[in-house]
């Protein structure tokens, strides 16, 4: 006896299986299968459920049914078991390089991205272009406060509030994006000559601010799926004394790790006891698939947590905007006016109006439904395209914007570099996260772009120059 139901699944399950539908694939609706089929609800909600209980297929709210990325069986990239001793850095040319062709989150960066620019971004362009058109008489010749917008101050309070912090305006001082309050917050707690613990592989921006800044780096190995390790932290911290700790809880760069609640707990405990300060870039907290987490600083009781943030990697890299949230010192408004000494308040303004009517989380919305599409996309790009280069390990973030990949130890994607860029390819090497000579087999990819065929080419290319160098 032949069932409907299972005709449907076993053919979606092959074109799904075979590639004919590949990972992000948003699948007919019900009713259109329906339609399409002459089949009924029924027999078209079953099949789909027993496709989504066999991980083909996910169902995302108020969206429909997509194609999931399928298990590759390859293994996660492996976390490094060596502590660092404190060292001075020295920053290589390369991410000038990387900057200068636009290339930080993208392979291609000639492929373009978007025929239109996406709904989101069009009103907060709209906003911000209402908030320039509503200044009156000679406000252009007056400067921001140096707190920044307290509007937009207590709208981010609140927004941190509901997440279990206890912050008010007077907490938060606006800056020029997130490298920017990072840059204050290790100019409040060090001192040249200091050391600062970071994650390795870690955030290249942080790594080049130690090195301006005359610190040492102590690099602490993390987890692609966990994290830095607290407890290798605790070790060296035996030998060691640090003045802060950088960390990015919530999906760091360049792994996409996520830090359990036990690890931040302990981490808390570990500044209590060895008496330093914690800076945490939270500026991928927004970008989750699943419930957004609440930062490290909800759990700071001692004021250990310096929390910096901005919009810049959820809404769009040209909305320079950020905070930190630090004691409201004479110390802190010192330093943030020797670097910067006002804000634009009619940027602040307009984004104050984007998310007060709602703009900003439905943008999210969308944006972590395209942002967990691509993601799987990539991850069977890479199962397709790279699958001659032999023990491939990737990384299977929950958030954020990228993934880190390790290749074979003998492959140096560093090398590599000028060879693909002669094509068009541009790649961010893991060497480039840290400041030892180590991830060379190792590089970072992001899934904040859409897969067109142009970077699909990209991918292709790439895998060809590898596999030539081996």
């Not at 001075?88 to 978007?114: E, K, N, T």
């Not at 613990?197 to 610190?215: N, R």
Request: charged share 20%; hydrophobic share 35%.
């Amino acid at each position: 006896m032949t069932y409907l139901y299972l005709d449907l699944e076993q053919e979606l399950q092959q074109q799904i299986r075979h590639g004919a539908l590949p990972a992000g694939t948003k699948l007919p609706s019900i009713r259109q299968q329906c339609q399409l089929r002459e089949l009924s609800k029924a027999t078209v909600l079953h099949a789909y459920q027993r496709l989504e209980a066999a991980g083909l297929i996910t169902a995302r709210f108020r969206s429909g049914f997509y194609v999931c990325a399928q298990p590759t069986g390859r293994p996660l990239p492996t976390q490094p078991d060596v502590t660092s001793s404190p060292q001075p850095v020295d920053m290589s040319d390369l991410m000038r390089d990387i900057m200068q062709h636009s290339a930080a989150f993208d392979i291609c960066p000639q492929a373009g991205s978007y025929h239109e620019l996406p709904v989101g971004i069009t009103e907060l362009n709209r906003a911000v272009a209402r908030s320039l058109r509503r200044q009156k008489g000679s406000e252009h010749q007056y400067y921001d406060e140096p707190s920044g917008s307290k509007q937009l101050r207590q709208q981010i309070s609140e927004r941190y509030n509901r997440l279990g912090c206890r912050l008010s305006a007077a907490d938060i001082t606006m800056t020029a994006g997130c490298q920017h309050a990072l840059s204050l917050a290790l100019q409040l707690c060090c001192q040249p000559g200091d050391t600062v613990a970071v994650e390795s592989p870690g955030f290249y921006g942080v790594l080049q601010l130690i090195e301006t800044m005359g610190l040492k780096v102590l690099e602490i190995p993390s987890s692609p799926e966990h994290g830095i390790d607290v407890d290798a932290l605790g070790a060296a911290l035996e030998q060691w004394s640090i003045s802060a700790c950088v960390v990015t809880p919530a999906f760091a760069t360049p792994t996409g790790a996520l830090l359990s609640d036990d690890s931040r707990r302990k981490l808390l405990r570990l500044a209590s006891d060895y008496d330093f300060m914690l800076v945490e870039d939270d500026i991928y907290g927004d970008l989750t698939f699943d419930i957004r987490h609440p930062p490290l600083k909800q759990l700071d009781q001692e004021g250990r947590v310096i929390l910096c943030g901005s919009y810049s990697k959820s809404l769009s890299r040209e909305l320079r905007l950020g905070w930190i949230v630090a004691n409201q010192s004479p110390q802190l408004m010192r330093l943030k006016m020797v670097n910067l000494l006002a804000l634009s308040k009619f940027t602040q303004q307009g984004l104050f109006s984007f998310i007060q009517e709602g703009g900003y989380d439905k943008h999210l919305r969308k944006q972590r439904l395209l942002l967990q599409q691509q993601r799987d996309q990539l991850i069977d790009a890479l199962d397709q395209h790279w699958r001659p280069l032999g023990d491939l390990r990737v990384s299977q973030p929950s958030g954020g914007l990228s993934l880190w990949v390790e290749l074979d130890p003998e492959i140096d994607l560093f090398s590599c570099y000028r060879l693909a860029r002669e094509q068009g390819v541009i790649i961010t090497p893991g060497n480039l996260f840290t400041a030892q000579d180590r991830y060379r087999n190792c590089l970072r990819l992001s899934f904040a772009h859409l897969w067109n065929r142009e970077r699909h080419s990209a991918l292709s290319k790439l895998a060809e120059l590898i596999y030539s160098t081996i």
